[in-house]
């Protein structure tokens, strides 16, 4: 059986599907602090799904009994929290991770799937950047709580064995999507039809993926990716920027003579960085390649938004 926890959130439940279609078992963890029951509703007895936190750690252990292999995705989802509520990401990122692991040594589990981000790299010089960029100096807690958990994950797999997956993810967007540029734009759009408000200059330019190649891509590399810890850049190799979102955002609604109004700055809010691009060239030398590049994923995921939020 495979354990997804964060399932019930917006990448978690696109994994679910991806697992289940592969005639997977499936168990779920999540708190629902930001999981929506209703994104796991059509699927039956193949998924278990197990409302717990990751902080209560006998749950936790419970939970973990015959399980094969973790996808662990249950995080902090806004960047933007850690700068509100400080010891956000240390605890639903870092010590949640811990627990993860030490459930998994309990119950003898030895494989690890861990969603990371390029949140990690800071504000890379190296552009694009690879895996082997250093040293990794993050500027948000989010990002800080993420390389966290990767050195816990590969001392845990140094100390005690097993295998890691560890994809350090491009921005991810698509349908079910409950929060970043996107769906706060369209959320803006709705408020006030005629300005739609851009955080920064609107030059932030970042790589985007589409959710579903994500999910794809992390199974595949789980099918092929056979080291002890396997490490690899999620993304399609290529950038948009904010500006150009908010053009296809203003496009898909429809909505005529539609003001974009720039707060100005290099970043959104503090712990933004201005510009990520990462080298995936190690993923496309595995046999994957995604489906869409980064401006079609956000047209395709602002269509999606639009119907699901509606505007």
Same mark, same amino acid.
């Given at each position: 059986?495979?354990?997804?926890?964060?399932? @019930?959130?917006?990448?978690? !439940?696109?994994?679910?599907?991806?697992? +289940?279609?592969?005639?997977?078992?499936?168990? +779920?963890?999540?708190?629902? !602090?930001?999981?929506?029951?209703?994104?796991?509703?059509?699927? *039956?007895?193949?998924?278990?799904?197990?409302?717990?936190?990751?902080?209560?750690?006998?749950?936790?252990?419970?939970?973990?009994?015959?399980?094969?292999?973790?996808?662990?995705?249950?995080?902090?989802?806004?960047?933007?929290?850690?700068?509100? %509520?400080? &010891?956000?990401?240390?605890?639903?990122?870092?010590?949640?991770?811990?627990?993860?692991?030490?459930?998994? =040594?309990?119950?003898?589990?030895? *494989?690890?799937?861990? @969603?990371? $981000?390029?949140?990690?790299?800071?504000?890379? #010089?190296?552009?694009?950047?690879?895996?082997?960029?250093?040293?990794?100096?993050?500027? $948000?807690?989010?990002?800080?709580?993420?390389?966290? !958990? #990767?050195?816990?994950?590969?001392?845990?797999?140094?100390?005690?064995?097993?295998?890691?997956?560890?994809?350090?993810?491009?921005?991810?967007?698509?349908?079910?999507?409950?929060?970043?540029?996107?769906?706060?734009?369209?959320?803006?759009?709705?408020?006030?039809?005629?300005?739609?408000? +851009?955080?920064? &200059?609107?030059?932030?330019?970042?790589?985007?993926?589409?959710?579903?190649?994500?999910?794809?891509?992390?199974?595949?590399?789980?099918?092929?990716?056979?080291?002890?810890?396997?490490?690899?850049?999620?993304?399609?190799?290529?950038?948009? $920027? %904010?500006?150009?979102?908010? #053009?296809?955002?203003? #496009?898909? !609604?429809?909505?005529?003579?539609?003001?974009?109004?720039?707060?100005?700055?290099?970043?959104?809010? @503090?712990?933004?960085?201005?510009?990520?691009?990462? *080298?995936?060239?190690?993923?496309?030398?595995?046999?994957?390649?995604?489906? =869409?590049?980064?401006?079609?994923?956000?047209?395709?995921?602002?269509?999606?938004?639009?119907?699901?939020?509606?505007?």
């Amino acid at each position: 059986m495979e354990l997804v926890t964060g399932g @019930a959130g917006f990448i978690g !439940s696109h994994l679910v599907d991806a697992l +289940v279609e592969k005639g997977k078992k499936v168990r +779920v963890i999540d708190n629902f !602090s930001s999981g929506r029951m209703e994104f796991l509703s059509h699927h *039956n007895d193949e998924v278990e799904i197990i409302k717990c936190d990751l902080l209560d750690f006998e749950s936790l252990k419970k939970t973990m009994q015959g399980i094969e292999t973790v996808h662990h995705l249950a995080a902090n989802p806004d960047i933007r929290l850690g700068t509100q %509520v400080t &010891d956000t990401d240390l605890k639903q990122g870092t010590i949640a991770t811990y627990n993860i692991l030490e459930a998994m =040594r309990i119950n003898n589990v030895t *494989n690890i799937s861990f @969603a990371s $981000s390029s949140a990690i790299y800071g504000e890379a #010089e190296e552009m694009p950047t690879s895996e082997k960029y250093g040293p990794l100096l993050p500027i $948000s807690l989010y990002g800080a709580s993420k390389i966290a !958990s #990767e050195t816990l994950i590969t001392a845990w797999i140094g100390t005690f064995g097993g295998k890691a997956w560890i994809h350090r993810f491009a921005n991810i967007v698509g349908p079910r999507g409950t929060h970043g540029v996107i769906f706060d734009f369209i959320h803006k759009l709705k408020k006030t039809p005629n300005r739609l408000e +851009v955080l920064g &200059d609107g030059f932030q330019e970042k790589s985007y993926m589409s959710v579903s190649d994500c999910v794809n891509s992390m199974i595949h590399l789980i099918e092929n990716a056979n080291k002890d810890v396997n490490l690899y850049n999620l993304g399609t190799g290529d950038t948009c $920027s %904010v500006r150009r979102i908010a #053009e296809i955002v203003v #496009e898909e !609604s429809k909505i005529d003579q539609v003001n974009i109004e720039y707060t100005g700055g290099k970043r959104g809010w @503090a712990g933004d960085v201005p510009k990520t691009f990462l *080298n995936v060239n190690k993923l496309l030398e595995t046999g994957f390649k995604p489906t =869409r590049m980064s401006e079609e994923t956000i047209r395709d995921c602002v269509i999606d938004l639009i119907d699901e939020i509606g505007l």
